[in-house]
């Protein structure tokens, strides 16, 4: 961690001016740094790295949000739930459950109902990791869900849920 406030500062202004890159791999590598140094003052610059052209930079800009876990984020994760790339539904929802706070569990439950499998199954582990009791009767409609990591994932957050309680 960089403890330097100043340093901090210019750091995460370089990173920022960095998601600008014309190499999607150093645009990438930036979000990923600035997910890992986790400063709110990166949250504007990743918000508008969501919607990049490479696909590798959308999603480390969107699993930055979630180490960040800035509920500024989520109005523009929640419109990431219905982008046509399962990949980017999958880390939108494995972001809101980290950033997590019960407003999501609607939005979370919605993907229940994906038409990917791995969406179904990250909505079920992000709903566990915010643990909510209101998340319970959810999980329990996807209990009977077709693919079977699906089933096991909603069940291990149903077991978490009740472990909180």
Excluded: F
């Amino acid at each position: 961690m960089i403890k330097n406030i100043n340093h901090q500062q210019m750091v995460i202004d370089a990173l920022c001016k960095s998601l600008a890159d014309v190499m999607p791999e150093v645009r990438a590598k930036a979000a990923d740094s600035l997910g890992k140094i986790g400063s709110e003052i990166a949250v504007t610059a990743l918000l508008n790295t969501i919607y990049d052209v490479d696909i590798t930079v959308r999603l480390s800009a969107i699993k930055a949000l979630g180490e960040i876990r800035s509920s500024i984020a989520i109005p523009q994760l929640v419109k990431l739930l219905l982008d046509t790339n399962w990949e980017i539904r999958a880390m939108a929802v494995e972001a809101l459950g980290k950033i997590g706070p019960e407003t999501v569990i609607s939005y979370l439950s919605n993907a229940l109902d994906d038409d990917n499998a791995v969406v179904r199954s990250t909505a079920a582990k992000a709903l566990g990791q915010i643990a909510s009791e209101d998340a319970i009767p959810y999980l329990v409609n996807a209990i009977s869900d077709a693919d079977d990591t699906v089933r096991s994932s909603v069940i291990e957050a149903i077991g978490k849920i009740g472990a909180r309680e």
